[in-house]
């Protein structure tokens, strides 16, 4: 069986099946490469994993610690080996198979362009050739077939006999001559039809054959080394399982807490005992320690006592019984299931039963204890009412004359008391500052301000930002509402948790659920004067409020915007001015925006208040007492740094360009100092002021973080060539991660503003990176400066230079150039 002896009649099948094959190769390429996408956001997934959880998590160093540890450590090795499969997987069998498929289209091109070729001849040999020597045939006889009829009636009327004979013979030998010449063409296709699918047709099939059959072969190959690379049975993923389950395997739960419970060994003290407190006698007379009273007023209560006591002891000894009888149904059952579990660690779905068998033994115990003292209290009772069984209980002495004394010492001492409470009033509503912190007339005339002018209103913030400033027990600011617009809220600190209040309007009143006022500030100041609770089922009670940083806050009446400067993230850029007629940048907030973006557009403005720095972009103020939120900023005029380094470039010297380099090294070693991490360094992100200071700007991106290192994870809106691998791979920013961001600043700088990596996509930038490449200095880039930029791209975090140092380098080499 072949093609070549079977095939010969199915060039379309065979068309069709190269086609099938190419769609096949194309399914197998897109699911490599969706393997490999995948596996590698796993690696990152897994790694940011190990590096957000507490590996140690403060315990003493035990077997499930030690396990732990083990098994954080072994799933980031895993990481790793997963990371190198997926690249391996990348320059292995997914390259070989993109390089097959074009090798598999040129083949079915060139089977197809040459069957082509093979068949038109052969058709113009057996069809089109014979069919025109056909139709000459048939014209030839009938023109000879003409000519002798004429040479006949010629001879007969004895007329030009001898010009109708050549005519005759002319005619006669045209026929002959084609009538050999289609013999011999009919002879010559014969044997080439025959040739053709004998030979020509069964050549080019057997050819095609052994191509697809080899081809098969090559991407047998390539799957099997597919199925090699992401096998999970390899030698390194189970060696990281195996080390896994031998520190499993060393957890012995019988042995587990013996050095634990050796450190927190308690020592044995006699604990107190309960006894009566004497002292209590110490003004009263005629009553004994440990011994009841029985008298008139005592001796029915004592009978209902011991009556109640007998009943509720029997009712406790039944239920302890019957729980008893529970437990043990209930170890027999748990004992069963135990035995019907198929592995070891299907007791885990026991773990409840077992805790509640536990919870069950806890309550008989319990109800054993409240036994025992029900049934002390009974015999104590029970002692009482033999002793004096029969007897009529003593009276107890009259009081009457001491009552009538007292009586007449109480209205004196009401009256007093009264008098006291209409003075003490009248001082608090007359002192300068009641207990509350303020004076009366200073609470009057608070609630009568407009909202927007109470330092406890703090306008459009969003809830994550307004969280963020309650801190203690009773904390408290209003807000507007960012879902609905025109909504107010109160945000509360109470019991440890922060509490959101819709303020409720209605029928022209402001309230939570009780009484209502004409206005937002009337109703703050009355719950937090009264400490009325805000609601029942909250029981909030207002204490502090959260005054606003006036320091920042601006009205939006303060600001003029003017000529639209672009277009950001979150919204358009305004040239603006304030009433002092100082010019400023304004960025503005959609107000459609979701609340996540609107946070982060408040962030930049939340780092920039802590930051005053020659280098660094000016904060003005924020407006947010309504909506659209503005960010209001010093106008930096000469605009971005890229768009000056383009329009500039031909009037840019080097000496300019180390000054440039040396401004950002400046305010990046002072948000270093800061533990402020920009995340999103580039030219596009600096601005040059009038004088030729360049200042960084845009820290949409930026956070700040104690430990100077943040993580992340997904690569939506990372600009990708300007972030160092650790970033990409892992999502792990830090000072470090900016370090390689300024290197490419710095070759963004002195190639006078060209994109980074010429001529790469993002994908292959980021490959070549991984593979070692770096980019080569930029034309008449000082040599000193391209050692800058290599010691930035450093592969090793901990091998690339602080900003501080950098700044000092970048002097010494500005000294030079002057």
Known sequence: MGFGSDLRNSHEAL??????ELRLLENVKKFMTLRIKSDKEY??????????????CGLQLSNVSKAWLQLVQQTEQLSRIMKAHAEELNSGPLHKLTIMIKDKQQVKKHFHSVHQQIEAEMLKVTKTELEKLKSNYRQFTKEANTAREKYKEAISKGKEAEKARERYDKATMKLHMLHNQYVIALKGAQL???????????????????????????????????????????????????EIQSSVQQID?????????????????????????ASLLEELENIEANVIIWNNLTADNLQAMLKAATEELAQIHQAAENKESTVQDKEKKMEAQ??????????????????????????????????????????????????????????????????????SMDKKEKLSKFEGLRCSIVGILRSPKNALGSSFFDVISSSEKPLAEQDWYHGAIPRVEAQ???????DFLVRESHGKPGEYVLSVFSD????????????????????????????????????????????????????????????????????????????????????DKTAVAVKTCKEDLPQELKIKFLSEARILKQYDHPNIVKLIGVCTQRQPIYIVMELVPGGDFLSYLRKKKDDLKPKQLVKFALDAAAGMAYLESKNCIHRDLAARNCLVSENNILKISDFGMSRQEDDGIYSSSGLKQIPIKWTAPEALNYGRYSSESDVWSYGILLWETFSLG?????????????????????????QKCPEEIFRIMQKCWEYKVENRPKFSDIHKELLAIKKKLT
């Open 15 to 20: 068309l069709k099946l190269q086609d099938g």
């Open 43 to 56: 690696a990152s997934m897994l790694q940011n994993l190990c590096q957000q959880v507490d590996k140690e």
């Open 192 to 242: 080439y039809k025959e040739q053709y699918y004998e030979s020509s047709l069964p050549v080019l099939l057997d050819s095609l054959q052994r191509m697809q059959e080899q081809m098969t072969q090559a991407l047998k190959a390539i799957l099997e080394e597919y199925s090699q690379i992401t096998s999970l049975i390899t030698e390194e993923i189970v060696s990281v399982h195996l």
């Open 253 to 277: 739960p019988s042995t587990e807490y013996d050095s634990f419970i050796e450190t927190h060994r308690s020592t044995l003290v006699k604990e107190d005992s309960v006894e009566f407190d």
């Open 338 to 407: 135990v035995a019907e579990c198929q592995k070891q660690s299907d007791i885990v779905l026991l773990l409840n039963d077992k805790q509640a068998l536990e919870e069950l033994k806890q309550s008989v115990h319990q109800l054993k204890c409240t036994e025992v003292r029900l049934s002390a209290q009974k015999t104590l009772l029970d002692q009482q009412m033999m002793e004096n069984d029969g007897k009529e209980p003593p009276p107890v002495m009259n009081y009457e004359e001491d009552a009538r004394s007292v009586t």
């Open 468 to 474: 963020e400033l309650l801190k203690q027990q009773g």
């Open 496 to 579: 440890g948790q922060r509490r959101h209040f819709i303020i409720q309007y209605a029928d022209n009143q402001y309230r939570f659920e009780g009484t209502g006022f004409p206005t937002i500030p009337q109703l703050i100041e009355y719950h937090y004067t009264t400490k009325q609770i805000i609601t029942k089922k909250s029981g909030v009670v207002l204490l502090n409020p959260i005054v606003k940083d006036k320091k920042w806050i601006l009205n939006h009446e303060d600001v003029t915007l003017g000529e639209l400067l672009g277009r950001g993230n979150f919204g358009e850029v305004y040239k603006g001015t304030l009433k």
């Open 754 to 778: 060209v994109c980074p990596y010429p001529g790469m996509t993002n994908q292959q930038a980021r490959e070549q990176v991984e593979k070692g490449y770096r980019m080569t200095a930029p």
